[in-house]
Nanobody
C-alpha cells in the first residue's frame, strides 16, 4: 500500500550536480526518518544522509559540505542535492523511509528500487 520511488539519477561529470528525489505514496499516516543510502559495485550499502521529521540532518563525512538532504512533508517527498560530485560518488542511490500507514499506525521500513548515479569524465 506504500511505495517509495527514487528519481533524478544519471551521468554527470566530476564537479557537476544532481538532485535526487524520493516520493512516498499510498496510505501514509506519518513519515519519520527519510534517508539516502548508496551502494557501489563490490561494496556494502552505506548511509549517506538522513533527516528526521523535525528537520534534523546527519551526513557521512565524505559528503559533508557537498550534499544537502531535505524533505517536503506536505508532499511526502525527500531530496538529496549533490554538488561537486566526485567519481567515488558513483553508486546506486536508495531511499529509505520509516513510515506509518493509516491502517496500522505502526512504523515500518520502506525502500525504493534505487537510482543510478555515475560520475565520470
Amino acid at each position: 500500500q506504500v511505495q517509495v520511488v527514487e528519481s533524478g539519477g544519471g551521468l554527470v561529470q566530476p564537479g557537476g550536480s544532481l538532485r535526487l528525489s524520493c516520493a512516498a505514496s499510498g496510505s501514509i499516516f506519518s513519515i519519520n526518518v527519510m534517508e539516502w543510502f548508496r551502494q557501489a559495485p563490490g561494496k556494502q550499502r552505506e548511509l549517506v544522509a538522513s533527516i528526521t521529521s523535525g528537520g534534523s540532518r546527519t551526513y557521512r563525512d565524505s559528503v559533508k559540505g557537498r550534499f544537502t538532504i531535505s524533505r517536503d512533508n506536505a508532499k511526502n517527498t525527500g531530496y538529496l542535492q549533490m554538488n561537486n560530485l566526485r567519481p567515488e560518488d558513483t553508486a546506486v542511490y536508495y531511499c529509505h523511509a520509516i513510515i506509518a500507514t493509516t491502517a496500522l499506525r505502526n512504523f515500518a521500513n520502506y525502500w525504493g528500487q534505487g537510482t543510478q548515479v555515475n560520475v565520470s569524465s
